[in-house]
């Protein structure tokens, strides 16, 4: 077990609350992936002018 606090006890909860985390985010987290997805518009419309918006490899010099 690595080290992360100074005393075992902090160290103990520290790790009971990362399984606990991981252990939600394996069973839930493909539902939370498909919410977002629903909710989140699947089209992003961008001017063609604009330099921002592109990545750096295709801004017109």
């Excluded at 075992?8 to 609350?17: L, V």
């Excluded at 606990?20 to 518009?41: C, S, W």
Aim: charged share 30%.
């Amino acid at each position: 077990m690595q080290k992360y606090y100074e005393d075992a006890k902090y160290n103990a909860a520290f790790e009971r609350c990362v399984d606990v985390m991981a252990r939600l985010i394996e069973k839930y987290g493909h539902q939370v992936l498909d919410n977002l997805e629903q909710d989140t518009p699947q089209t992003a419309k961008c001017p063609e002018n604009d330099t921002q918006a592109k990545p750096p490899g295709m801004v017109a010099a």
